[in-house]
């Protein structure tokens, strides 16, 4: 049960790990989530001598021959992180860009309190 949290992310089991190995040919194994696929890439990049990350729709999304797991899966977690947030537009009068609505910049603070008086 959830109690009310629902899962952020689903995952049908269609991103792939193409491990390719010059002597044993082409694996491929079906993970339930981009975690799992990182893991299997992890556990078994040194052994291969190339290993892919492959989405749903047929797309490579990673290869070993083009970067290192950790370097990947720092920068997916980074946009994962940034897709998740939503920020409402807020248009500070002094141009600050650090100013949010639920939390506004000192300046738009001062000017809030006085506007309260």
Request: some cysteine.
């Amino acid at each position: 049960m959830t109690h009310g949290l629902e899962p952020t992310e689903e995952y049908d089991g269609s991103i792939t790990v193409r491990l390719l190995d010059d002597r044993s040919g082409t694996e491929e194994i079906r993970c339930s989530s981009y975690e799992d696929a990182i893991e299997r890439v992890k556990e078994r990049q040194h052994a291969v001598t190339a290993a892919k990350i492959v989405a749903g729709d047929g797309s490579v999304v990673f290869t070993s021959a083009d970067m290192e797991i950790d370097d990947w899966e720092r920068v997916w977690r980074r946009e994962k992180r940034r897709q998740s947030v939503q920020v409402e537009d807020h248009d500070c009068p002094h141009d600050s860009v650090s100013c949010f609505p639920d939390d506004l910049c000192v300046q738009c603070q001062i000017d809030k309190v006085r506007g309260g008086y």
